[in-house]
Antibody, heavy 120, light 109 residues
């Protein structure tokens, strides 16, 4: 069955960097576009960005453009989110999600999330 | 990339029907048939229940249905059950290759 497992979260000081990973299983990773979405404590979902199947195309939310970078290594079956210059507003649960096969902007499988806390 | 507008809460009794709205603009909901709906129970990951405005993924109950008119999308849950109590989020593809979510609606059964 399809599974997505995020890792790399933790407590980080403002201004520092963090890299999250997402390990997929149960499907052909290189055949799916992938997304990152976050959820601040007690708040709604916020889309962060999308990477195409082969990594050629990447699109970001304005709120993270220039600070966050999505990448993937299809040979290692891993999705990444590099986060730089973190601020307290970046605190939240970070999900990776798979794009539905026929609709790149519908997310049909989600991981359980990894928690990022930005605090001094 | 402004969030889509959803009512913060909705409620209904078991067996009843409830509809949740999702209002966007001509830059998202009004111009693209890429509206999705997600159900999220407390402490759980979101689950896709509707995509491409009206399509249900395999395994999703047909008690969930959806529609769109102009800049407004709607999710209807019929035959309410206790397990339907959750947060519901709409999303839409938006111009400049982005995705925008609604603020979420807490459904109480």
């Amino acid at each position: 069955q399809v599974q997505l497992v995020e890792s790399g979260g933790g407590v980080v000081q403002p201004g520092r960097s963090l890299r999250l990973s997402c390990a997929p299983s149960g499907f052909t990773f290189s055949s799916s576009a992938m997304h990152w979405v976050r959820q601040a404590p007690g708040k709604g979902l916020e889309w962060l960005g999308l990477i195409s199947k082969d990594g050629t195309y990447k699109f970001y939310a304005d709120s993270v453009k220039g600070r966050f970078t999505i990448s993937r290594d299809n040979s290692k079956n891993t999705l990444y989110l590099q986060m730089n210059t973190l601020g307290v507003d970046d605190t939240g649960l970070y999900f990776c999600a798979r794009a539905e096969r026929s609709s790149d902007y519908s997310l049909d499988y989600w991981g359980q999330g990894t928690l990022v806390t930005v605090s001094s | 990339q402004s969030a889509l507008t959803q009512p913060p809460s909705a409620s209904g009794s078991p067996g009843q029907t409830v509809t949740i709205s999702c209002t966007g603009t001509n830059s998202d909901v009004g111009s693209f048939n890429s509206v999705s709906w997600y159900q999220q129970h407390p402490g759980k990951a979101p689950k896709l229940i509707i995509y491409d405005v009206t399509k249900r993924p395999s395994g999703v109950s047909d008690r969930f249905s959806a529609s769109k008119s102009a800049n407004r999308a709607s999710l209807t849950v019929s035959g309410l059950q206790a397990d339907d109590e959750a947060d519901y989020y709409c999303s839409s593809y938006a111009i400049s290759n982005s995705l925008v979510f609604g603020g979420g609606t807490k459904l109480t059964v």
